[in-house]
């Protein structure tokens, strides 16, 4: 064994153990001493993943590629432009990284999660299939592809590979939230086995509670299936107990959280009617579907993405990044107050054509793209000025529905957008200031937006849909109303629900916790 490999094997024993101080030093050496190495470059880049400094990590994979072009190497190229929300980048890394140029398991897993990541859950199967041909007692790998196939709709699939990591891992936390996420998705009424059965489900997750205490993240994720599991005994009081305890050690970020969103929103109201340049971007292409997370906004997107002129493009962060770009703040978050105030000032122009160059790839073929991110509802006033033609529809729910749902619902818990979500009256408070911006905004510019009430929406589907296709300038398509069969995969908390016809089963669910909500009332009424 050369010195090169030496030093490469050292590096690499260190990575396994996350001491990523001695894995660079290691990789440094091997460049300082035989030169470029396209491996050493590479691993320096699986470094800057693991210590999330994801741009840096792209520079030194292309510096890898500039001495040598691997597959391996753009399979975590793939990950780092997934981890961005850059799909297009993403896409062209997976095509120089094919399922038969690649041999390890891990290397088939990380491309098949990048493409799950941006919502290309067909395209990851075989990766996923592959990896596990040779892993398959893998319970991280069972997991992956599990989450995978229930964001695409194949429940049944899911529901065995969540049930085989458990098997192989029976601590594994993720993978019994998400068992208990797809409530009774996948399961055939003859043959419910012994693991899914509710009452066998709640010894398993009550053992396992008892000692993830002292783990945020495990607490959280245990205490978000034990309450779908009382949920689905009718225990109601028990299963909002459970949310409470679960979500507890985090409420000191949801409070951080709300302070920065209302002062975001205040610096919003505050410059609603500023004057600046009238953007030049004229595309009719963009629909952003808006609102607070649990509000119908996902029905919405399958409502609309069902027309035959309209292509589905998810949920994007790419507004936000295009104003993040060419607003050039130096902070670390996307979203924050000083990100909009210089957004104001800015070439709007410019951020509505960075908007739609990175998502044109989307559209295939059609006249328009459905953009579905929640939270730009926090950009409307934004978009209205960078891309003038863009219709922006804003759901509007039920407080306490919208904020039940909410609080019951475990978000990515990596992503700053859903912080607030770990205290029910810090949800209750940002409800009422995006209640009041959306009102604020629809009064002053009403033909930008159509706010859709969705009890209305579930109640009188055919008479609302036909009224948001008319705002949107889209011709009447029944096949709209029929959300049921639209196949398109979903990556979002209504993934099942969604796959359902139009229905008004969720309006009101508030009420059955109802004995635990006064703080929330308080704060709404």
Same mark, same amino acid.
């Given at each position: 064994m050369n010195l090169g490999e030496t030093l490469l094997n050292k590096a690499l024993a260190c990575l396994a153990n996350r001491d990523y101080k001695h894995a660079h030093q290691y990789c440094v050496q091997v460049i300082q001493q035989l030169g470029p190495h396209a491996h050493a470059y590479f691993l320096l880049g699986i470094i800057h993943i693991e210590i999330g400094q994801i741009d840096k990590a792209i520079a030194l994979f292309d510096t890898s590629n500039d001495i040598e072009k691997r597959p391996l190497t753009f399979a975590y190229m793939a990950k780092c432009y997934a981890l961005k929300g850059d799909m297009q980048q993403a896409l062209d890394c997976v095509?120089?990284?094919?399922?038969?140029?690649?041999?390890?398991?891990? *290397?088939?897993?990380?491309?098949?999660?990048?493409?799950?990541?941006?919502?290309?859950?067909?395209?990851?199967?075989?990766? @996923?299939?592959?990896?596990?041909?040779?892993?398959?007692?893998?319970? #991280?790998?069972?997991?992956?592809?599990?989450?995978?196939?229930? @964001?695409?709709?194949?429940?049944?699939?899911?529901?065995r590979h969540f049930e085989k990591a458990i098997s192989l891992a029976p601590d594994f936390y993720q993978a019994h939230f998400a068992l208990s996420d797809l409530g009774t998705s996948g399961i055939d009424d003859h043959c419910m086995s012994e693991n899914t059965a509710p009452q066998k489900r709640l010894q398993q997750l009550t053992a396992l509670a008892a000692?993830?205490?002292?783990?945020?993240?495990?607490?959280?994720?245990?205490?978000?299936?034990?309450?779908?599991?009382?949920?689905?005994?009718?225990?109601?009081?028990?299963? @909002?107990?459970?949310? #409470?305890?679960?979500?507890?050690?985090?409420?000191?970020?949801?409070?951080?959280?709300?302070? *920065?969103?209302?002062?975001?929103?205040?610096?919003?109201? #505050?410059?609603?009617?500023?004057?600046?340049?009238?953007?030049? #971007?004229?595309?009719?292409a963009p629909i952003f579907v808006v609102g607070m997370p649990?509000?119908?906004?996902?029905?919405?997107?399958?409502?609309?993405?069902?027309?035959?002129?309209?292509?589905?493009?998810?949920?994007?962060?790419? @507004?936000?990044?295009?104003?993040?770009?060419?607003?050039?703040? *130096?902070?670390?978050?996307?979203?924050?107050?000083?990100?909009?105030?210089?957004?104001?000032?800015?070439?709007?122009?410019?951020?509505?054509?960075?908007?739609?160059?990175?998502?044109?790839?989307?559209?295939?073929?059609?006249?328009?793209?459905?953009?579905?991110?929640?939270?730009?509802?926090?950009?409307? *006033?934004?978009?209205?000025?960078?891309?003038?033609?863009?219709?922006?529809?804003?759901?509007?729910?039920?407080?306490m529905d919208t904020c039940v749902g909410n609080f019951r619902q475990l978000f990515s818990i990596n992503s700053p957008y859903y912080a607030y979500a770990y205290d029910l009256e810090v949800v209750g408070q940002l409800y009422l200031g995006f209640n009041e911006w959306i009102n604020h905004f629809a009064d002053a510019y009403p033909e930008s937006i159509h706010v859709q009430c969705y009890e209305e929406l579930a109640k009188n589907p055919e008479q609302e849909v036909k009224k948001m296709l008319a705002f949107c300038a889209l011709p009447w398509e029944a096949q709209c109303l029929q959300v049921q069969d639209n196949t398109l995969p979903v990556s979002t908390a209504s993934k099942v629900q969604v796959r359902e016809p139009i229905n008004t089963k969720s309006i009101g669910r508030w009420k059955r916790y109802d004995s635990q909500l006064d703080k929330l009332k308080a704060i709404i009424e």
């Open positions: 095509e120089m990284a094919p399922v038969d140029s690649l041999s390890r398991a891990l *290397d088939l897993d990380t491309v098949g999660v990048s493409l799950s990541r941006v919502g290309l859950h067909d395209k990851a199967k075989p990766y @996923f299939d592959k990896a596990l041909r040779l892993e398959p007692d893998n319970p #991280q790998y069972n997991y992956n592809y599990a989450v995978s196939s229930k @964001f695409a709709g194949t429940f049944k699939l899911a529901r000692n993830v205490e002292n783990n945020p993240d495990a607490r959280l994720h245990i205490g978000h299936a034990l309450a779908k599991e009382y949920d689905t005994l009718g225990e109601y009081e028990r299963a @909002f107990k459970s949310l #409470q305890h679960a979500k507890a050690p985090h409420r000191e970020r949801s409070v951080a959280a709300l302070k *920065d969103y209302q002062s975001i929103l205040e610096t919003l109201k #505050q410059n609603l009617h500023i004057q600046t340049a009238k953007s030049t #971007q004229t595309s009719t649990r509000s119908g906004t996902t029905l919405v997107e399958r409502i609309l993405s069902h027309h035959s002129d309209v292509a589905s493009g998810g949920e994007l962060q790419d @507004f936000g990044v295009a104003v993040k770009q060419i607003a050039g703040t *130096d902070s670390q978050l996307v979203l924050d107050k000083p990100t909009i105030e210089k957004a104001y000032r800015s070439n709007l122009s410019a951020i509505g054509e960075r908007y739609l160059k990175r998502t044109a790839f989307l559209r295939q073929g059609h006249k328009h793209l459905v953009d579905k991110l929640p939270f730009n509802f926090f950009y409307v *006033d934004l978009i209205r000025r960078a891309l003038p033609n863009a219709k922006i529809i804003c759901l509007q729910r039920n407080a």
